[in-house]
């Protein structure tokens, strides 16, 4: 199967939604299944990950409701507040949908007191390992030195690193973050989406050529085992269609094997989140 491992559905809400800005206003509406679908069939891809966007468990709830409706999800990450005392209580509550195979909480740009620093929050992640949930890691690449203490933390944890961490690739800066990413990689448990690129890129000026240094480094550290096709969908939207960034990481592709191939659309996303 071919998977995208990384897109949303919204009811577009101007409170809700106020991170979309003016250069975000393609994206100020509804986006539902029926909407990706004409994506995926036009590519052949089989199915996708629809990961939250609002921090709210009713969002949870909507998506795994879609996913009941539209087989194309063939998973959801979600959002319980991991800051809550009964933070495991909610784990064991959601167990009862199998399409649930994990959660994510809007770390990117926060204090590192927040979240990677927070001890009631750091021991909420690590139990998420005995309740058989994965955790997406969203942060900003200035983020990644505390990023790397609070994973260093959770050995037993399966993470996955969301939109390569969202380096600064329309300013070219590169050294500091393929620094951080081969620290990262070196934990056995993470996984890297190559995803969320075309948007910390130059939005209207973008080439393959902007990007690509970007793919070989989070490939080469994080090896062909561990990368995962992601599109950010509808997100990608402000800086190019869906089909520009599948051709990215398909160009990119071309210099790996077929098995190799098939382990980047599909197979590493299927295995990281036990579809």
């Known amino acids: 199967m071919r998977i995208d491992a990384h897109q949303h559905f919204w009811k577009y809400s101007p409170i809700a ?18 909407d990706l679908a004409k994506e995926l069939h036009a590519l052949h891809i089989d199915g996708t990950v629809a990961v939250q966007v609002d921090q709210t468990e009713t969002e949870t709830q909507y998506l795994l409701d879609l996913a009941a409706e539209h087989d194309l999800i063939k998973a959801v990450v979600g959002w319980i507040d991991l800051h809550s005392p009964n933070a495991i209580e909610r784990m064991h509550y959601w167990k009862k949908n199998s399409v649930l195979k994990g959660f994510r909480c809007i770390m990117q740009g926060q204090p590192d007191e927040a979240y990677l620093t927070n001890k ?32 260093d933390k959770l050995p037993d944890n399966r993470m996955i690193l969301d939109h390569i961490g969202k380096p600064d690739i329309k300013n070219k800066n ?10 990262l990689a070196q934990h056995p448990g993470i996984y890297c989406k190559l995803s969320g ?75 990281f989140y036990k579809l």
């Open 17 to 34: 939604h106020e991170w979309m800005d003016e250069s975000m206003k393609v994206i100020r509406k509804d986006f539902s299944p029926t």
């Open 120 to 151: 009631e929050f750091l021991a909420n992640v690590k139990t998420l390992a005995s309740v058989d949930y994965s955790y997406d890691l969203l942060v900003y690449h200035n983020q990644f030195p505390s990023l790397i203490k609070f994973v």
């Open 174 to 183: 590169i050294k500091d973050w393929q620094a951080n990413i081969k620290t």
């Open 197 to 271: 690129m075309i948007t910390e890129a130059d939005y209207k000026h973008w080439t393959y050529d902007d990007l690509k240094p970007y793919l070989e480094i989070a490939a080469e550290y994080f090896g062909v085992d561990r990368i995962c096709f992601g599109t950010d969908w509808p997100v990608c939207l402000v800086a190019g269609s869906y089909q520009q960034v599948y051709q990215v990481v398909q160009k990119f592709s071309t210099q790996l094997t077929k098995d190799q191939q098939d382990k980047l659309f599909g197979a590493n996303t299927i295995k």
